[in-house]
């Protein structure tokens, strides 16, 4: 058996922030396993490690960011095994989110408890009714056989849930625990940190070629007609320049706040003839600035889709519209606050970041150690006018569309 000892610890260093502290909470949890596993059914056993698969179980139950991340990941694997079927295991809320883009043959809704929650009780609660149904789904799932399951997720419960499938072949990474329950322990890429390339890893190292072409997402001609819709009865050109500003972010620490947001909107307006689209979520709602050419959309989620893809710009927080832009192929100006842009930033070449880099404490993720989140509150206005007055000069250059702006002071 290969001493994966300092490689694994190089790993948790560069891909993780990973305390010593939770390292033995993870070594705990652990040996509880390896105690109770052998009490269950094992997962079936593994025929021709090199077969083509007849049915794959991709396990990425996290929320929108992760699965607009995923997306490159799948039109790969659909690449490499047109003819199977391919499950993904889905957050409940967005089991429909890559419903006709032809990557995912069926969706299994989930609702995984430690995905649920940020009240560290909440998540592992013993008594929650959420075990009842997670059980279910995992029961369910182990009577279908898949022949592989993949994660790329890092993370010793997603290992845990692979064994539990009964899937034959459990492909993941085993450097932050549970590397027992695997079969195929696949070594990340240290030079290639983003959570979309951990994924594509997956397929590297197994020996397929990969196509690295910008990842992309299909609006249909009902998404489009409808966003044409919607400028036409604000009134808005069809050769203008549209900025969305979405300020929405699910997790609290990563929202800049709308009263920024908003005097970033004033700043384009004064500066610029584009039009702005400010984009409010139904269940979050905020109220943009009353400005000439500002135009409030709180729309469902498809109509979302189609909106945002007539933008030329989209500035918001580190979120997950940031990935969909990507995937719309949207440049976009994010503002990052508490993780870390070289995991989890976008990824398209116009691309832009707003940062205070020198707060050591980040990445922190859901839980900000002091009363704000300062990486976010010290960033203003003005620092993100200027990366936006920046895309905008950048996009002219090769967008003929924006030649309807005039010169941005």
């Known amino acids: 058996m290969p001493n994966h000892g300092g490689a694994d610890a190089a790993a948790r260093a560069t891909l993780l922030k990973l305390t010593p502290r939770k390292w033995r909470m993870i070594g705990f949890f652990e040996s509880a396993l390896k105690l109770v596993l052998p009490l269950l059914p094992s997962p079936r056993s593994l025929n021709g490690a ?18 607009a991340i995923l997306v490159p990941f799948l039109q790969n694997l659909r690449r490499a095994f047109p003819a ?17 883009q032809g990557l995912v043959d069926e969706f299994i809704p989930v609702r995984v408890p430690w995905a649920q929650h940020f009240s560290r009780w909440k998540k592992y609660n013993v008594f929650s009714g959420l075990w009842i ?25 997603d290992n845990l849930l692979m064994w539990l499938s009964g899937a034959a072949r459990r492909i993941g990474y085993g450097f932050a625990g549970g590397a027992f329950l695997l079969t195929d322990r696949v070594p990340p ?77 004033k700043g384009i307006l004064r500066s610029t003839e584009a039009h702005v689209v400010w984009f409010s979520d139904p269940a979050h709602p905020s109220k943009g600035p009353h400005c000439e050419r500002c135009h409030l959309a709180t729309l469902d989620f498809r109509s979302f889709l189609g909106l945002l893809a007539q933008c030329q710009l989209l500035v918001c927080n580190d979120s997950g519209p940031m990935h969909l832009a990507n ?11 508490s993780t870390n842009p070289t995991w989890f930033g976008p990824r398209g070449g116009r691309d832009r970041i707003v940062i205070r880099p020198e707060f050591w404490c980040r990445p ?44 941005v002071k």
């Open 327 to 337: 995937l719309l192929h949207v440049p976009v100006v994010a503002v990052f606050g």
């Open 364 to 407: 922190c993720f859901d839980y900000c150690m002091f009363d704000q989140p300062y990486c976010l509150s010290t960033i203003s206005p003005e620092n993100v006018i200027r990366s936006v007055a920046e895309s905008i000069s950048e996009i002219r250059e090769v967008a003929p569309r924006a030649e309807k702006l005039i010169g």
């Open 133 to 157: 149904s997670f059980a279910r789904t995992l029961h369910s799932i182990r009577k279908r056989q898949f022949e592989w399951s993949l994660s790329g997720r890092m993370d010793v419960r």
């Open 189 to 265: 890429n240290l030079s290639s940190p983003h959570r979309a390339d951990l994924w594509l890893n997956l397929l590297e190292q197994l020996g397929h070629q990969l196509d690295r072409s910008a990842a992309s997402f299909t609006i249909t001609d009902v998404q489009t007609a409808s966003a044409r819709a919607f400028l036409s009865d604000r009134g808005i050109p069809q050769d203008a320049f549209l900025i969305g500003v979405h300020p929405g972010a699910r997790i609290a620490t990563r929202r800049w706040g709308d009263d920024h947001f908003a005097a970033v909107t």
């Open 84 to 100: 199977a079927h391919i499950a993904l295991l889905v957050n409940c809320a967005l089991a429909s989110l890559l419903d006709g």
């Open 50 to 67: 090199d077969a083509v698969p007849k049915s794959i179980l991709v396990v990425e139950y996290w929320n929108l960011g992760d699965l």
